[in-house]
């Protein structure tokens, strides 16, 4: 994993051009969970907070890829990448309002909502 400033802190996913900074690009958002910085972490523990709406509603991939196969695999997999979140690169006041941030979380957490939101459909 070499691109671990790259990583969405919300979902895991790896978004983000290799020499960019996401917290230097206003309004950048991720393909995979929308999380938009600079606004969605705006709030207190905005990670967090939108880490567990987005397993909630269901890990929706957002971004539309042709013949994406999102599987609840993929999202664990991808989740995993959470632990190489270089967080301490992270501004001072962004890490403030998400001091609650970890990369950690439970996979049967998530696979219940995966499954619960797959039932629904
Ligand atoms: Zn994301």
């Known amino acids: 994993m070499d691109n671990s400033n790259n990583i969405c802190p919300v979902c895991g996913f790896a978004s983000f051009g290799k020499d960019e900074i996401i917290?230097?690009?206003?309004?950048?958002?991720?393909?995979?969970?929308?999380?938009?910085?600079?606004?969605?972490?705006?709030?207190?523990?905005?990670?967090?907070?939108?880490?567990?709406k987005w397993i909630k509603d269901g890990l929706i991939f957002d971004f539309k890829f042709p013949d994406?196969?999102?599987?609840?695999?993929?999202?664990?997999?991808?989740?995993?990448n959470l632990q190489y979140v270089q967080f301490d690169t992270y501004p001072k006041y962004v890490k403030e309002a998400?001091?609650?941030?970890?990369?950690?979380?439970?996979?049967?957490?998530?696979?219940?909502?995966?499954?619960?939101?797959?039932?629904?459909?």
Request: aromatic content about 24%.
């Open 23 to 52: 917290y230097e690009i206003l309004y950048m958002f991720c393909h995979c969970c929308s999380f938009q910085f600079n606004l969605d972490d705006d709030v207190e523990n905005g990670f967090m907070v939108y880490r567990k």
């Open 68 to 80: 994406q196969n999102w599987s609840l695999a993929q999202a664990l997999n991808q989740l995993n």
């Open 98 to 121: 998400n001091r609650l941030w970890t990369w950690e979380y439970d996979p049967q957490y998530v696979a219940y909502y995966w499954h619960m939101k797959r039932q629904s459909f």
